[in-house]
Nanobody, 126 residues
Framework: QVQLVESGGGLVPAGGSLRLSCAAS????????MAWFRQAPGKEREFVAA????????FYADSVKGRFTISRDNAKNTVYLQMNSLKPEDTAVYYC???????????????????WGQGTQVTVSS
């Protein structure tokens, strides 16, 4: 079965950096668009970043643009999220997700993604 396993979360001071990883198995990884979402306590899950199957195109929420970078290594079946200049409002559980989108489209909504990881906690202290 499909498994997505996130790692790399933790506690970091404001202004610090973290790199999240998501290892995928049970799917043809290089065919899937991959994304990161996050969910803070009492809030809905929100889109953070996405990357096409080839890695050639990336998309970001306005709130993280210029600070976060999504990348992938199809040889390792892994997607990454490099997070720099972290802010307390970035505190959330971060989830990776996989989708087979229609040609030319990449999703930013939770319902567009077929598979999800269990999440990793990121806490940014002020």
């Amino acid at each position: 079965q499909v498994q997505l396993v996130e790692s790399g979360g933790g506690l970091v001071p404001a202004g610090g950096s973290l790199r999240l990883s998501c290892a995928a198995s049970g799917l043809h990884f290089s065919s899937y668009a991959m994304a990161w979402f996050r969910q803070a306590p009492g809030k809905e899950r929100e889109f953070v970043a996405a990357i096409r199957w080839s890695g050639g195109s990336t998309f970001y929420a306005d709130s993280v643009k210029g600070r976060f970078t999504i990348s992938r290594d199809n040889a390792k079946n892994t997607v990454y999220l490099q997070m720099n200049s972290l802010k307390p409002e970035d505190t959330a559980v971060y989830y990776c997700a996989a989708d087979l989108p229609p040609p030319g489209r990449i999703g930013t909504m939770t319902y567009e993604y077929d598979y999800w990881g269990q999440g990793t906690q990121v806490t940014v202290s002020s």
